[in-house]
């Protein structure tokens, strides 16, 4: 690819290399719909596994009184930086380098912690750590906001979901579509009681726990 000297053929190039994402697209709105009413208080949030940085952009970008902490692995840094960078707002923040499992979490203290489309592609053990390290970040009565397909009594809630999930094990056989039960138990060890289910579009669901 050749670049230009002008500053519009720079910023041409700088798109062609940001990451994106067609869910984050098309899940941003709903996904806001549920959880801004739950953040309208909150001063900070940190959002456990960034990706490509969209979800941080669109919601920072309507939560003006807040300030949006992205985080992932090293490897998604460039990535999430060029959607911050382009976004240019004042209250992104980031990305902080946390691996759930073997990075050291944040010092400070949050108001909320959200995670989209996580816990079924980490394995069981980075699950647990990431559910241990939500609870040590929290503030008291801070909220934990997921994302993401869950099962219910080991059952999933579509054909879509079970398919899913059979292509997600067959690609990492310790992946898969967790079950709420089993993840509220983490939930309850890391000193967070349930409040809300919320039922999503495609057959989703956010989860919304609560630090006591």
């Keep these: 690819m050749l670049c230009t000297r002008t500053s519009a053929g720079r910023q041409d190039v700088i798109d062609e290399?940001?990451?994106?994402?067609?869910?984050?697209?098309e899940n941003s709105e709903p996904i806001f719909s549920v959880i801004q009413p739950l953040l309208l208080d909150c001063s900070s949030v940190l959002e456990i596994g960034s990706g490509t940085g969209q979800h941080a952009v669109y919601f920072a970008a309507r939560l003006p009184q807040l300030i949006w902490y992205t985080s992932d692995c090293s490897e998604n840094h460039a990535g999430i930086t060029m959607w911050l960078e382009?976004?240019?707002?004042?209250?992104?923040?980031?990305?902080?380098?946390?691996?759930?499992?073997?990075?050291?979490?944040?010092?400070?203290?949050?108001?909320?912690?959200?995670?989209?489309?996580?816990?079924?592609?980490?394995?069981?053990?980075?699950?647990?750590a990431m559910f241990a390290g939500v609870g040590d970040v929290l503030v008291s009565g801070g909220r934990f906001l997921l994302y993401g397909p869950f099962n219910h009594a080991g059952r999933y809630t579509s054909e879509s979901n079970a398919r899913f999930d059979d292509w997600l094990r067959c690609r990492d056989p310790d992946s898969g579509i967790r079950n709420f039960e089993d993840l509220d138990a983490l939930a309850h060890l890391a000193g967070m009681v349930f409040k809300e289910d919320f039922a999503m579009p495609v057959n989703n669901r956010i989860l919304y726990w609560e630090k006591q």
Aim: hydrophobic content about 35%; glycine content about 4%; overall charge negative.
């Design 86 to 128: 382009d976004a240019g707002s004042d209250n992104l923040s980031g990305p902080l380098d946390l691996n759930v499992c073997s990075s050291a979490w944040p010092e400070m203290r949050f108001d909320a912690v959200f995670s989209a489309n996580t816990t079924h592609i980490m394995h069981w053990n980075e699950v647990t």
């Design 17 to 25: 290399m940001k990451p994106y994402s067609q869910s984050c697209d």
